[in-house]
């Protein structure tokens, strides 16, 4: 009797734990990164897209005055952040998200193209997973 009572709260206390860490695999984390003039923008997290795009003007305007106000924004933790700033028709600072680096500055390049920027120059890249420099 007592191995069958051991036996049932162990199955109960398994499937506690596979319904829990199911849940928290199934939750979505979105990265956002607002750039400013001084390239000090943290990357940030949300639950959900505008959650984190909040959070990154939020960041932003914590260490700058220059802030995009446009925050870049990706689902995909595994992508890389390409964050640019241009000098002509005024200065001007935006970042994109792509797989990796070469496709997140050809985004960023075609944005400030499309809007009739030049003089630009990439500042650095972000790893949306960990924020971290790259």
């Not at 829990?20 to 695999?25: D, E, I």
Request: contains cysteine; proline residues 3%; positive net charge.
């Amino acid at each position: 009797m007592r191995s069958r009572l051991r036996f049932t709260l162990l199955c109960v206390l398994a499937a506690g734990t596979s319904t829990l860490s199911g849940s928290l695999h199934a939750q979505q984390r979105w990265a956002a990164l607002d750039p400013n003039h001084e390239s000090s923008s943290p990357v940030v997290w949300g639950a959900t897209e505008d959650e984190a795009r909040q959070r990154a003007v939020e960041a932003c305007k914590r260490v700058s005055k220059t802030c995009a106000s446009g925050p870049a924004s990706t689902q995909d933790l595994k992508e890389v952040f390409a964050i640019m700033c241009c000098k002509q028709p005024r200065l001007g600072c935006a970042a994109s998200a792509a797989a990796n680096r070469r496709e997140a500055l050809k985004n960023v390049q075609e944005m400030f193209a499309d809007a009739g920027y030049k003089d630009c120059s990439v500042q650095h890249y972000m790893s949306a997973a960990t924020g971290r420099r790259q």
